[in-house]
Every structure is written in C-alpha cells, then in structure tokens.
C-alpha cells in the first residue's frame, strides 16, 4: 500500500562513473575484442588507434587494461599513468592500475596514490589496497587502512577479503573467520573469499572441507554470481512451497475453473525460481478467462480482479487496466479496485489519470487517511506538493495530529528542500506508524544518516519481513552504502514475488549500472521507460549509462528530456557539460558551468571542472584564476593541495603546482608524499637546489626506499654525472629488482657509453634469475645489438620470446629478423619478420626488414611492395628510400632507382645506408 510513498526514493540510491572521450573505428574494434577476451586483437587495433591519436584517451585506458589483464604490469603502469596525466577518469583505471603496481611490488606509489575524484566505493578499494602496501613495507597503519575502507564500502566482500587475510597474517584466525563469514553472507560465490575460506580450513587441519571449498571455487561460473544464493533460498523455503503448491495442485484438480488457485500458483511457481512454468500458468489462465462471457462477469465481477492482476503481471499493463476499468464500470462505488487501478495508471506514468480515478472520491478525501496518502503521493510524483498542503489543511480536525498525516506534511517540507525540518517533525511523533517509519527512513537517506535509514528499514521488516516495499526501502538503503552485491540479492528476490515492482526494477538497473553492467542496466531502463516515458531519475539513468558507453549524443539527448522535466537537477547538469566536453563542445560546457556557479561561486567541484574547460579552450589565464581560487580555499590543507598540484600540474600550470605542492610541504615537512612530489617536481623545472634540498630530507628519513634512489640518480644526471646516476639507478633495482623506471634508466645509460661493464654484469646477473622480468633479457638484448654481438643479442632475444604475451613481443621479433638479415640468413630473417607483421601489421619498420629480406632472397617484387608500404608509413626514412632504389635497379627500373637514392641523399646528411647509397648512384650513373 505504501509503493506510491515511495516513488520519490530512486534519484538517491545510486551513483555515476563516468568516461569522457572520443570513439575512433579502431577502438570501437578493439572494445568488442576485449568484451569476447580477445585481448591480441584488441591489443593491436589499440596499437591502431594509438598511432593515429596518440592521445585518445579510451585508447589509453583500454590499452592498460589489455596489458594487465595480459600480465605486462610494467607496461599498463606507464599506460594507466600517462592516461591519468592526460586527464582520463581515475574511476575507470584505479582497480587495475592498484593491482598492476601490487604485481610489481610498488607499493611506495600505492601509498601516494590521492583520493582526488574517485567515488566513495573506489576510495574504499584504494585504502585497502593501500592497506596491504604498509603491510608489505612493514610499516604500522594498515589497521587505520582497513578501518577506513570497510568505513566507505563496509560491506564489499574483496575487502572483507583482504582484511581476513591480513588478520590471518597476524594469527587472528577467529577474527579472520568473521570476516569471511560477514563477505560469504554478502556474496557466497566469491571465489577471492573461498580461497581464504579454503586456506584457513587448511590452518585449521580441515583437510576435507579444505578440498571441497577449493573444488566448490572452481566450480563457481563467474557469468552466474548468484546461483549459489538462489539454491539457498531454495533449500530454506523448500517444505513451505511443496505444501503450498501440493494444496494448489489438489484444489485445481477438483476445480480446473479455479482461477484464483491458479493465480495462486503462478505464484508460487515463481518464487520456486520456475518464470516460465509461472508465465505459462498465467497465460493459460488469461486465455481462460477471455472465453468467459461477459453475462457470467456481470454475475461473477470479482473474475475481473483476477485477469487484471493476470494481465499485469504478464506485463500485459494495457490489458489490466481495461479489464480494472470494465470492472469499476460495473461496480463503480468500489474504493478499493479504485486504488487498484490508480496504482496501475501511476506505475505506467500516468498520473493524471491515477489523480482522476482517486479524486472522484472527493467525499472520502477528507476521512479516509489512505486515500489522502495515494492523492498527496501522486501530487508530490507530478511536483505538486502546494496541492497536497491544500488538501491536508480541508481534511477532518481529528485527522490533523495522526501520524500518517503528519508523514505527508514532512515529505511536503521536503519537497520544499527542507529536509532537516521535515526528520525532526518525524522524530517528534509519539505514535509512530509504518508510513511514517518509511518516510523517516527516506528522509533519513537524503540527509546522510544512513546508520538511521537502516535501523528504521530493519525495525519494518522485523513486523513484515517480505513487504515488498520494505524490502525495497532496505535495497535503497543498501546502494546508498555501495553495498551492491547485497542489493543486488535482495532486490532479485524481491523481484521474484513482485516482478513488476517499479522502483525495485528501477534500483535494480542502478545497481547493474554502478557494477558496470551497462547493457543489463540499459535493458531494464528502457523497459521502465516505456512504462513511464517522463521519468526523470529513468530519463537521467539512461543518459549515464549512455555517457558510460561513449554515446555522447545519446546521453544528451536523454538529458535533455529530464531536465525539461526537472530544471535544477544539479547531477544530470553537471553530467550534460561533461558531455560537451566529450564532443569538444567546450563554448557550450563553460556557459552550463558558469550558469551553476552563479548559485555558488566558490563549489569546489564546479571550479575544478571549469578550469578544465579553460584549459581545453586554451584560455590560461582563466586556468590560472580558478586554480588561485581553489589554492585560497585549500592552503591551509597539506592533503587537498596535494591533488590541486597533481590538477595544476595535469593542466600545465607547472609553476603554481610547485606552488602548491611548497605550501603544502611547509604543513608537512617530514612527509614522505609531499617530499617526492616536490624532489620530481623540482627536477622537471631544473629547480636543483629545492630538488637537493627535498632529495638530501629523503635520503636522511627513507634510506632504503628505490624512489629516492631513483630522484638521486635523476638529480646527479641533471648536474651532469652520469656515472654517479648510474649507480643509484643500480641502488634502486637493487632495492627493488622490478622498478622499470630504474631497470630503463640504467639501459638508456648503458646505450650512452655510461658504465656499460657493470650493466652487463648486473643485467645478465638478473636475467639468470627464474623471476626476472622480460624487459630485463630486452634489454640486454638490444644492448648486445647495438654493440655487433649478435650470438649473443640472438640469445636474450630468444629468452624473451618465452614470454608469449610481453607487450614488445613484435619489436623482438623484428629485431630477431634484422639480426638474421645481417648474418645473410634471409629465410630465417623472412620467417621472424612475418611473425611480427602477424602481429603489428602496420609496422612500417617490420615492413622494411621483410621487404629487404625479400629484395635479397630474389623476391624482388614482392620485397618492393612491402617496402613502399613502409615508406608510406613513415616518409621520413631515407633508409628505406635506399632499400626502395635497389629493388627498383635489380628489377632494372633504373630512372626510378636514381630519382629515388636522389630523393633519400637530400633528405638527411647522414643515415646508415648513405655510403650505399652513394655507390649505387655512381653505379647507375656509369650505366647510362
């Protein structure tokens, strides 16, 4: 009875992430390929899409997931963070870029990671993660870490997870095991949390249940989360649904004209899980009952509250309200199927003709508190909360005290914004009744005190523990808490009884969109909207998850339709600039932005965004005022300057970065964050006395730390000791034998001439080591190339392709070629090229090689082929113009042999094949 109360709640259950980027035909290509795991293919249309638009930032994102998700963390870090800098959403990046730099034991930059524009959930997830880190740098604080994410998220079983784990770690074992006690209630199929279930069995010497936890895990279908949950529901309701549906079976047999027992079981065939058998029921029975002559419904009326819920419940809604409206005409004093019939015109969105069929009542209006209810929840539905005042103040006297009215006037002060006012009016009411415990509880919702919501949801159901509202109410409360897989279960089941529960479907398609599961979400938005084509929270829903999938014009659209619905929703606004900004329309996203900063001048969200257009406008010194701005508000705040000089740095005001990141280290002087970004920051500027200055307090608090190693070494190399630099990037890998950035500095070094004794011995040290990474024997690799000792760049190069999915696979492989093509082995040279075409095939490089390779092996037409096709890729290569010049003479086409080494000649002064080439050109010379 209480469903249309509760119409208002679903703008506030879920939350937005959102993506804001350019689709190009390679990246569409390559999402396709990553959503079928293809993650090869999706790898090279990346590579595609990258080289035309090195800056395309879905590109960039996608591209870091493919490379983690293919075990080159090393290579997503540096994608994920050039993706970052270039401004791409943390949201979309943050669990897998935390998980690559935990693979590569970074945990140094785990811990400095910010908080900046990430949601509550990934906050969350970020502070277990960092959690772990201090754990595994043996520094205190992982308990804060904890306490911290399991305050944001407190009921996400990956970190319920890993706070086990570390309990487990310490020898709490008991309190490990509650732990995943409260994650396997919230998700019994989370195999993360079956794998430490399995391992605390083993602890415990439960050899048994350890085998069959294990086995259970790998039996889990990660497509179908929640089928263990489902056969529990089973198993508990098991004898109440055989007795309930022998009963109906026994009935029917007797009666097969007993419409209602078969309603009955329809009913129960559903909530046994059997939908179809339960559609089937129910269309039968539609049939049925459409063979009955009206005559004998004249007699028998109540028939017609049977196929109306029949027809409805099949989705039928058009049907239903015939045959509820056929009924009223025949018994139209009936309050009753009245309400029945409002409530079905509201479900399908229309209100007015709810309102019409309710106020014909006109005399019941002032006594019958429930119909006061349903009229004033339809006012405040259609925004017109003023017409519920209006009524409330005709009704009886003795009605103006009774709780349920007292309810209606508090969602009236809400609807005016004044919600604080509105609790405590609640709060006051000695006799409390369940309208207004629910009205409690959304007020509670919408002013933050989730803790109050639940503890009000939970006291509803404890008297009615499968209302379907009540259970609604408890999902709502549940998503605003992030706790998603627990809303998730709760409105399945619901769903279950009352499939057409609007607003539970509706939470439901907001909890897929928060998952991420943007076509189940889509799907369920837009059957609701067909149900109800205006609704503003559907209207904006579907326009973020059309903004998720990079569907910009979509979204604008939808947007478009709920705003003129609802003028002043802030969020769909704020999300329609980021949509002009998607499509470059920056004029247009700085107008909607400025038209919200006239309410407040100084929001701190408004302003960070604005100075983001003003970037993308190039309009500095606009940049420039809105950073001084949020620099006012935020100086006295180490944390919050922190990410302002990560912003301001990202929009290339690097001097007021250094500004901020100053200030802030002025607050904190000793912290270890703040000193690295001021130490990088300092260096970047060729500030080195300030650079010194941070480095040498580094040094002194954080000795054995591979960051500073690596800001010593950048430090020495700015003052020109490269020999110094080179030992402290040996410092570094040292401390840590998988820091790419120091394991490349040293190479490039080792490239320059610096110490290249001892980085043969360091490197082929590791490269002997069975974890050594791949980019190790590279680099040796192509050291030993650069040096003429092929035997030995051969080997290396040969130890990384054991690595089959390193992310440079195809540069080894054309490297592997050119070698073979300088021992004059061209069959084998062939061979390794069109392996790394295979994989690259527009690698204008690989295409040189083969096509030389070619040339020489006597294919000389084909070789010529492939070389202008390299040419064509990259025209700034006289090499290849030489290659090019003498397939063009050996195929005795000598005018164009001559045009072409002419051509390569004046396009550099020196290039390796330029002593060739000038010897060919005498020769062709001498021949004509």
Same mark, same amino acid.
């Given at each position: 009875?209480?469903?249309?109360?509760?119409?208002?709640?679903?703008?506030?259950?879920?939350?937005?992430?959102?993506?804001?980027?350019?689709?190009?035909?390679?990246?569409?290509?390559?999402?396709?390929?990553?959503?079928?795991?293809?993650?090869?293919?999706?790898?090279?249309?990346?590579?595609?899409?990258?080289?035309?638009?090195?800056?395309?930032?879905?590109?960039? !994102?996608?591209?870091?997931?493919?490379?983690? &998700?293919?075990?080159?963390?090393?290579?997503?870090?540096?994608?994920?963070?050039?993706?970052?800098?270039?401004?791409?959403?943390?949201?979309?990046?943050?669990?897998?870029? !935390?998980?690559?730099? !935990? !693979?590569?034991?970074?945990?140094?930059?785990?811990?400095?990671?910010?908080?900046?524009?990430?949601?509550?959930?990934?906050?969350?997830?970020?502070?277990?993660?960092?959690?772990?880190?201090?754990?595994?740098?043996?520094?205190?604080?992982?308990?804060?870490?904890?306490?911290?994410?399991?305050?944001?998220?407190?009921?996400?079983?990956?970190?319920?997870?890993?706070?086990?784990?570390?309990?487990?770690?310490?020898?709490?074992?008991?309190?490990?095991?509650?732990?995943?006690?409260?994650?396997?209630?919230?998700?019994?199929?989370?195999?993360?949390?079956?794998?430490? *279930?399995?391992?605390?069995?083993?602890?415990?010497?439960?050899?048994?249940?350890?085998?069959?936890?294990?086995?259970?895990?790998?039996?889990?279908?990660?497509?179908?989360?929640f089928v263990l949950r489902d056969l529990i529901t089973a198993y508990l309701s098991e004898n109440d649904v055989k007795k309930s549906r022998e009963l109906l079976e026994k009935l029917l047999a007797n009666n097969k004209q007993d419409f209602m027992a078969s309603l009955l079981l329809s009913y129960i065939d559903s909530l046994s899980g059997e939908t179809d058998s339960s559609s089937k029921r129910l269309q039968v029975l539609v049939n049925d009952l459409s063979l009955i002559d009206n005559a004998i419904i004249d007699k028998a009326s109540g028939l017609l509250y049977v196929n109306g819920l029949a027809n409805f419940a099949l989705g039928n809604?058009?049907?239903?309200?015939?045959?509820?409206?056929?009924?009223?005409?025949?018994?139209?004093?009936?309050?009753?199927?009245?309400?029945?019939?409002?409530?079905?015109?509201?479900?399908?969105?229309?209100?007015?003709?709810?309102?019409?069929?309710?106020?014909?009542?006109?005399?019941?209006?002032?006594?019958?508190?429930?119909?006061?209810?349903?009229?004033?929840?339809?006012?405040?539905?259609?925004?017109?909360?003023?017409?519920?005042?209006?009524?409330?103040?005709?009704?009886?006297?003795?009605?103006?005290?009774?709780?349920?009215?007292?309810?209606?006037?508090?969602?009236?002060?809400?609807? *005016?914004?004044?919600?604080?006012?509105?609790?405590?009016?609640?709060?006051?009411?000695?006799?409390?009744?369940?309208?207004?415990?629910?009205?409690?509880?959304?007020?509670?919702?919408?002013?933050?005190?989730?803790?109050?919501?639940?503890?009000?949801?939970?006291?509803?159901?404890?008297?009615?523990?499968?209302?379907?509202?009540?259970?609604?109410?408890?999902?709502?409360?549940?998503?605003?808490?992030?706790?998603?897989?627990?809303?998730?279960?709760?409105?399945?089941?619901?769903?279950?009884?009352?499939?057409?529960?609007?607003?539970?479907?509706?939470?439901?398609?907001?909890?897929?969109?928060?998952?991420?599961?943007?076509?189940?979400?889509?799907?369920?938005?837009?059957?609701?909207?067909?149900?109800?084509?205006?609704?503003?929270?559907? &209207?904006?829903?579907?326009?973020?998850?059309?903004?998720?999938?990079?569907?910009?014009?979509?979204?604008?659209?939808?947007?478009?339709?709920?705003?003129?619905?609802?003028?002043?929703?802030?969020?769909?606004?704020?999300?329609?600039?980021?949509?002009? *900004?998607?499509?470059? *329309?920056?004029?247009?996203?700085?107008?909607?932005?400025?038209?919200?900063?006239?309410?407040?001048?100084?929001?701190?969200? &408004?302003?960070?965004?604005?100075?983001?257009?003003?970037?993308?406008?190039?309009?500095?010194?606009?940049?420039?005022?809105?950073?001084?701005?949020?620099?006012?508000?935020?100086?006295?705040?180490?944390?919050?300057?922190?990410?302002?000089?990560?912003?301001?740095?990202?929009?290339?005001?690097?001097?007021?970065?250094?500004?901020?990141?100053?200030?802030?280290?002025?607050?904190?002087?000793?912290?270890?964050?703040?000193?690295?970004?001021?130490?990088?920051?300092?260096?970047?500027?060729?500030?080195?006395?300030?650079?010194?200055?941070?480095?040498?307090?580094?040094?002194?608090?954080?000795?054995?730390?591979?960051?500073?190693?690596?800001?010593?070494?950048?430090?020495?190399?700015?003052?020109?000791?490269?020999?110094?630099?080179?030992?402290?990037?040996?410092?570094?890998?040292?401390?840590?034998?998988?820091?790419?950035?120091? &394991?490349?500095?040293?190479?490039?070094?080792?490239?320059?001439?610096?110490?290249?004794?001892?980085?043969?011995?360091?490197?082929?040290?590791? =490269?002997?080591?069975?974890?050594?990474?791949?980019?190790?024997?590279?680099?040796?690799?192509?050291?030993?190339?650069?040096?003429?000792?092929?035997?030995?760049?051969?080997?290396?190069?040969?130890?990384?392709?054991?690595?089959?999915?390193?992310?440079?696979?195809?540069?080894?492989?054309?490297?592997?070629?050119?070698?073979?093509?300088?021992?004059?082995?061209?069959?084998?040279?062939?061979?390794?090229?069109?392996?790394?075409?295979?994989?690259?095939?527009?690698?204008? =490089?690989?295409?040189?090689?083969?096509?030389?390779?070619?040339?020489?092996?006597?294919?000389?037409?084909?070789?010529?082929?492939?070389?202008?096709?390299?040419?064509?890729?990259?025209?700034?290569?006289?090499?290849?113009?030489?290659?090019?010049?003498?397939?063009?003479?050996?195929?005795?086409?000598?005018?164009?042999?001559?045009?072409?080494?002419?051509? =390569?000649?004046?396009?550099?002064?020196?290039?390796?094949?330029?002593?060739?080439?000038?010897?060919?050109?005498?020769?062709?010379?001498?021949?004509?």
């Amino acid at each position: 009875m209480f469903r249309s109360v509760l119409a208002f709640v679903s703008l506030v259950f879920f939350t937005l992430q959102l993506v804001a980027s350019e689709i190009n035909e390679d990246y569409e290509k390559a999402i396709k390929a990553f959503n079928s795991e293809q993650f090869d293919a999706s790898y090279i249309h990346l590579k595609n899409s990258l080289d035309n638009e090195p800056n395309h930032l879905p590109s960039k !994102v996608l591209m870091g997931k493919v490379l983690a &998700l293919s075990l080159y963390y090393s290579e997503a870090i540096i994608e994920f963070e050039e993706a970052l800098l270039a401004g791409a959403d943390p949201n979309l990046i943050i669990e897998f870029y !935390v998980n690559s730099l !935990v !693979v590569q034991r970074e945990f140094d930059k785990i811990l400095s990671l910010s908080k900046e524009r990430l949601s509550v959930r990934n906050i969350a997830l970020l502070n277990s993660f960092k959690a772990n880190a201090v754990q595994a740098l043996d520094k205190p604080g992982a308990d804060e870490y904890f306490d911290s994410a399991l305050k944001g998220w407190p009921n996400n079983p990956s970190i319920l997870n890993a706070y086990a784990r570390y309990l487990i770690s310490n020898n709490q074992l008991s309190a490990a095991q509650a732990q995943l006690d409260k994650a396997l209630s919230i998700d019994a199929a989370h195999s993360e949390t079956l794998r430490t *279930q399995a391992l605390l069995y083993k602890l415990s010497d439960n050899k048994q249940l350890y085998i069959e936890t294990l086995e259970k895990t790998i039996e889990i279908d990660s497509e179908q989360p929640f089928v263990l949950r489902d056969l529990i529901t089973a198993y508990l309701s098991e004898n109440d649904v055989k007795k309930s549906r022998e009963l109906l079976e026994k009935l029917l047999a007797n009666n097969k004209q007993d419409f209602m027992a078969s309603l009955l079981l329809s009913y129960i065939d559903s909530l046994s899980g059997e939908t179809d058998s339960s559609s089937k029921r129910l269309q039968v029975l539609v049939n049925d009952l459409s063979l009955i002559d009206n005559a004998i419904i004249d007699k028998a009326s109540g028939l017609l509250y049977v196929n109306g819920l029949a027809n409805f419940a099949l989705g039928n809604n058009e049907k239903a309200k015939t045959e509820l409206a056929k009924y009223l005409t025949y018994q139209p004093n009936n309050l009753k199927a009245a309400k029945i019939l409002a409530d079905l015109y509201a479900r399908t969105g229309n209100t007015n003709a709810a309102l019409s069929t309710l106020l014909a009542f006109s005399e019941r209006l002032k006594s019958d508190i429930d119909l006061i209810s349903r009229v004033c929840a339809l006012y405040f539905e259609s925004k017109s909360h003023i017409k519920c005042n209006r009524l409330l103040r005709g009704i009886d006297p003795a009605l103006q005290q009774a709780p349920l009215i007292l309810s209606l006037r508090a969602q009236s002060l809400s609807a *005016q914004g004044k919600d604080r006012e509105a609790l405590t009016l609640l709060q006051n009411i000695t006799q409390t009744s369940n309208t207004t415990q629910i009205t409690k509880a959304l007020l509670a919702i919408q002013t933050g005190q989730l803790q109050l919501a639940e503890t009000t949801s939970n006291q509803l159901l404890e008297q009615s523990p499968t209302n379907s509202d009540y259970l609604n109410l408890k999902a709502g409360i549940l998503i605003k808490q992030g706790r998603f897989a627990e809303a998730e279960n709760l409105l399945k089941k619901l769903l279950n009884t009352s499939p057409q529960h609007y607003e539970a479907r509706f939470n439901l398609a907001s909890v897929y969109f928060n998952q991420g599961k943007l076509e189940q979400a889509k799907q369920l938005a837009q059957v609701l909207q067909q149900e109800k084509e205006l609704q503003v929270n559907v &209207l904006y829903l579907l326009g973020a998850i059309a903004h998720s999938a990079q569907e910009f014009e979509l979204s604008i659209n939808q947007l478009e339709i709920a705003l003129q619905q609802q003028a002043d929703f802030r969020q769909a606004r704020i999300l329609q600039i980021e949509n002009y *900004q998607a499509l470059n *329309q920056f004029s247009k996203a700085l107008s909607e932005v400025n038209v919200l900063l006239r309410e407040n001048f100084l929001d701190e969200e &408004l302003l960070k965004l604005r100075a983001t257009i003003y970037y993308q406008l190039s309009e500095f010194e606009n940049v420039v005022k809105d950073l001084n701005t949020l620099f006012s508000i935020h100086q006295d705040s180490p944390e919050d300057l922190y990410t302002l000089a990560a912003l301001q740095w990202r929009l290339n005001e690097k001097e007021a970065a250094f500004k901020s990141v100053s200030s802030a280290l002025k607050l904190k002087p000793t912290d270890f964050y703040l000193l690295r970004l001021h130490a990088q920051y300092s260096l970047a500027l060729d500030k080195l006395s300030e650079a010194t200055s941070s480095i040498s307090v580094l040094s002194e608090l954080f000795e054995d730390n591979p960051d500073v190693a690596l800001l010593r070494g950048d430090l020495a190399l700015l003052q020109n000791d490269a020999v110094k630099a080179s030992r402290y990037y040996d410092t570094a890998i040292k401390i840590n034998k998988y820091f790419e950035q120091a &394991l490349y500095k040293r190479y490039n070094l080792a490239m320059r001439g610096i110490e290249e004794t001892h980085f043969v011995s360091s490197f082929e040290k590791l =490269a002997s080591q069975s974890d050594t990474t791949t980019s190790v024997n590279h680099y040796l690799a192509d050291y030993y190339l650069s040096r003429g000792a092929t035997t030995k760049a051969k080997s290396y190069y040969s130890l990384a392709l054991r690595d089959t999915r390193y992310f440079k696979r195809a540069s080894i492989l054309n490297n592997l070629s050119y070698v073979y093509q300088l021992e004059k082995d061209f069959e084998q040279s062939v061979t390794y090229a069109r392996n790394a075409l295979a994989l690259e095939p527009n690698n204008s =490089a690989t295409l040189d090689t083969l096509g030389w390779s070619l040339v020489n092996m006597g294919e000389v037409q084909e070789g010529l082929d492939l070389l202008r096709q390299s040419y064509s890729l990259n025209t700034s290569n006289p090499n290849t113009m030489y290659h090019i010049a003498f397939a063009l003479k050996e195929l005795d086409r000598k005018k164009e042999a001559k045009q072409t080494l002419e051509g =390569a000649l004046a396009k550099s002064e020196s290039f390796k094949n330029r002593e060739s080439a000038l010897n060919l050109l005498d020769l062709l010379n001498d021949q004509s």
